[in-house]
């Protein structure tokens, strides 16, 4: 089966690397590294069974033998079980890392440089966390922030920069002398901030329309409460706007200069594009979109040869997916900027 994988993977490749990427010998190098490190897996995953087999036996012994020989058999046990988890966390599932890693470093800035030239691409993140909290978009505390695959640059005139970030809150309790330790999430998935091509005294926010989608006008009654000071609730002019999104404000005429009918459109065109969960904020020179997403993104297949098209037009996919967003909102077009 793996001879079959592995000759699949020569097939596609070409001089230029699949899809044009140019990448033959960078694809040659990872698909090495990608059986080697196959290899070392199926060998842990056989010691793996070994070891756990061991273990069970020994606890089965102990509780056959009476008190003298039963701890020595569970000790015996106890180790060999300490071992399965070992082999596991360090040989099972730490090859296909250091290939994604691997790949990750070596392939995706290709790709980026192949569509988007003035953008780069960092897989260790460096997403900076001041981003998300100047959106202003998730007003929950937090204390657990991490960041990866981080793209930043220019599309066209925008200076326009994306990444994949995690935030949670962490809290520990104590009760019965126990501590325990519960994490929320508050968002996980790609923020992204462009240049917004106006300067603006204010802040609009748009969001997703959840209270009346439930509550009906009830719903709008309440949203009307959880304004914060300052902030107006306005309605939008298109009405599948209206039903998907409720837009905050500081200033109503600045937003309805921002959210004209058109900018409407591309935002419902952004959200079926990204799902449904999208969230815009326009704060100062920047306009940031917030598109929660449970999946991995930008992650290579250990499975998959290294140089298997389908894999490359994934990563491909979804890096136009993020540098689309800068079309959608036109942000290239300089409508807003005020002369």
């Known amino acids: 089966m793996s001879r079959s994988s592995g000759a699949k993977g020569h097939e596609h490749r070409t001089e230029e690397g699949p ?42 012994a102990s509780l056959k033998l009476g008190t003298g020989d039963s ?25 296909g890392a250091r290939y994604r890693a691997a790949y990750k470093s070596q392939v995706i800035p290709a790709l980026v440089r192949s569509i988007q030239p003035d953008m780069a691409y960092y897989s260790e993140g460096n997403f900076g966390q001041h981003w998300f909290y100047n959106s202003g978009l998730y007003k929950q505390e937090y204390n657990v922030y991490e960041s990866e695959d981080y793209l930043t640059g220019y599309i066209g005139e925008t200076d326009f920069q994306i990444g994949e970030i995690l935030v949670q809150n962490e809290t520990t309790s104590r009760s019965d002398g126990e501590t325990r330790t519960s994490t929320k999430t508050i968002f996980d998935g790609l923020l992204a901030v462009a240049a917004f091509p106006g300067e603006l005294q204010g802040d609009v ?42 837009v905050r404000a500081t200033d109503p005429l600045e937003a309805s200069y921002i959210l004209t009918p058109e900018m409407q459109k591309q935002i419902l065109t952004l959200r079926a594009r990204l799902g449904k969960d999208l969230r815009l904020a326009f704060r100062g020179p920047q306009v940031f979109i917030a598109i929660p997403s449970t999946k991995d993104w930008f992650e290579p ?12 037009r994934g990563l491909l996919n979804q890096l136009s997916a993020c540098f689309q967003i800068v079309e959608d909102l036109n942000l290239n077009t300089r409508i807003w900027t005020k002369e």
């Open 71 to 95: 701890g020595r058999w569970s000790a015996l046990g106890a180790l060999a079980l300490i071992g399965t988890l070992v082999l596991c966390s360090l040989f099972v599932f730490g090859p």
């Open 205 to 246: 926010f748009v969001i997703p329309d959840f209270a009346e989608k439930h509550f009906g006008w009830l719903g709008r009654a309440f949203q009307k409460l959880g304004t914060d000071h300052g902030e107006h609730l306005l309605r939008g002019e298109n009405p599948e706007f209206e039903k998907a999104f409720v």
């Open 19 to 60: 899809l044009g990427t140019g990448l033959s010998d960078e694809f040659h190098q990872l698909e090495a590294i990608r059986r080697k490190e196959l290899r070392k897996k199926r060998v842990a995953v056989l010691a793996t069974v070994l070891c756990g087999w061991f273990s069970l036996t020994m606890v089965a």
């Open 301 to 312: 297949k250990f499975s998959r040869p290294a140089s298997s098209p389908d894999q490359v």
